[in-house]
């Protein structure tokens, strides 16, 4: 079964009245995606892992990888984990003109095909194209317009994968639309509650689309559009969750039924509770994104690492203590630009929020070279100083059961991925993939 068999099943069962989804699993970081492939081959399912246009792109984006890059980086680890590829779904997320949107429209919407084509042409299968946000001097993008330019986006998608198939058989790209697109890494709008998408905007969209497709002769590429991204009343802040409401929903929910080929697709769930997010799957929001709430989980077992740390080094004078805390807040200061729009406030807000907001702006700077250096200190102390069971009872209880039950070996990587992927079961879970309460770790 190939990776658009996979996502069109989930299509297929959800008009037929099951509660069927996949989650989609947004981040580069090296340990969400261990975490996620060892949750898939735990469960024998599917894996759908996704990279933003800011985070992949023909330039590198912030991670410096191009999609090959990114899809070496996945496959490979695949690989090591004895995943079979076959299983892999690469997608690439709000794929358009939003790296390049501080340029004019024409320059921004050329560099937006390379990438796309870019991205097809790595074997990515599901394709969200999202030409939303305004380009330029524009001061707003019209819905016609948008509808416009992802059609051209998707001729080239064709055209790529036509290129494709001249050097060896490739399914041919799966596409979601939409443009009711949550704020990526969460909005302070979860303060004053967000609109949930009506039935007649979802129309909308939906004929905008079809009509700009046809216009181009992409009927056969309209076939193939599977998905359509909509707000469906989730979202969270700095410390709060707006939890999904179904009655809010319900009109949104019903009128999915004109649309065989359809599912929605749910930006935003992050710290979601399993009950709901079983109930967005339910109600057709069978695609449910994630990224900052698996970042989050990492950087939370990393701290607790580092507070036992810190109580291990008042038993051993000798230990170099690795700082992990208080580098990343020197290296947050020193680079502001990856937090400082989000996090406002006194200055004691703000180092407040660098730590622990749920917008999980840390994330971005894991990779920085004094973080890593850090970070490495503080796995090597970890190592060589037994950690006591009082204190990993302390910090992180749930890993202490799974050790002293014999389901997780007391490794700080193992602990880190472990806390990590409880977050991953809780999705697999919810969207029928797994379950969640057979975690016994060979």
Not at 44 to 57: H, P, R, Y
Not at 106 to 132: E, P, Q, R, Y
Not at 151 to 174: I, Y
Not at 267 to 272: A, F, G, I, K, M
Request: with cysteine; charged share 25%.
């Amino acid at each position: 079964m190939t990776a658009t068999d996979i996502l069109r099943d989930i299509v297929a069962a959800q008009h037929s009245g099951q509660s069927r989804g996949i989650y989609s699993v947004c981040s580069s970081h090296p340990v969400v995606i261990d975490a996620s492939i060892e949750q898939a081959v735990r469960d024998e399912s599917a894996l759908l892992i996704e990279s933003t246009s800011n985070q992949v792109n023909q330039y590198g984006g912030y991670t410096g990888m191009t999609p090959v890059d990114f899809r070496d980086f996945v496959l490979s680890r695949c690989r090591e984990r004895g995943m079979d590829e076959n299983r892999i779904i690469l997608g690439g997320d709000h794929l358009g003109p939003i790296p390049f949107k501080s340029e004019p429209a024409d320059s921004a919407m050329d560099k937006a095909c390379a990438m796309v084509h870019n991205f097809v042409g790595a074997g990515f299968v599901k394709i969200h194209l999202d030409a939303s946000i305004p380009l330029g001097n524009e001061i707003l993008a019209k819905p016609e317009l948008v509808a416009r330019r992802c059609a051209r986006l998707c001729g080239v998608c064709e055209e790529a994968h036509v290129r494709m198939m001249l050097k060896k058989s490739f399914p041919a790209p799966l596409y979601i639309i939409g443009t009711e697109v949550p704020v990526p890494g969460g909005s302070d709008e979860v303060e004053e509650g967000v609109r949930v998408t009506s039935a007649d905007d979802l129309e909308e969209t939906i004929r905008l689309n079809r009509d700009a497709f046809f216009r181009e002769n992409l009927h056969d590429a309209w076939d193939r559009v599977i998905a359509v991204v909509v707000q469906p009343g989730v979202e969270f802040g700095d410390r709060s969750v707006l939890e999904y409401n179904r009655r809010d929903a319900r009109a949104l929910s019903k009128k999915l039924s004109d649309y065989a080929q359809l599912v929605f697709e749910a930006h935003s769930t992050d710290y979601q509770t399993v009950p709901r997010m079983k109930e967005m799957v339910e109600d057709g929001f069978a695609i449910l994104k994630v990224g900052p709430g698996l970042t989050y989980a990492f950087r939370e077992a990393v701290f607790m690492l580092a507070e036992i740390e810190s109580e291990l080094c008042t038993l051993n004078s000798s230990m170099i203590p690795s700082r992990m805390l208080e580098t990343i807040e020197e290296v947050m200061l020193s680079n502001p630009q990856y937090w400082q729009r989000y996090y406002t406030g006194s200055e004691e807000e703000q180092a407040f929020k660098r730590r622990y907001s749920l917008f999980d702006r840390i994330r971005y700077y894991w990779s920085d070279g004094r973080v890593k250096a850090s970070y490495d200190r503080l796995i090597e102390n970890m190592h060589k100083n037994d950690i006591p069971d009082t204190l990993l009872s302390q910090y992180l209880p749930s890993q202490y059961r799974k050790v002293r039950e014999g389901l997780l070996r007391r490794v700080p990587q193992d602990m880190i991925r472990d806390r990590v992927q409880e977050v991953v079961a809780d999705y697999a879970f919810a969207t029928g993939m797994g379950d969640r309460y057979n975690s016994e770790i060979t």
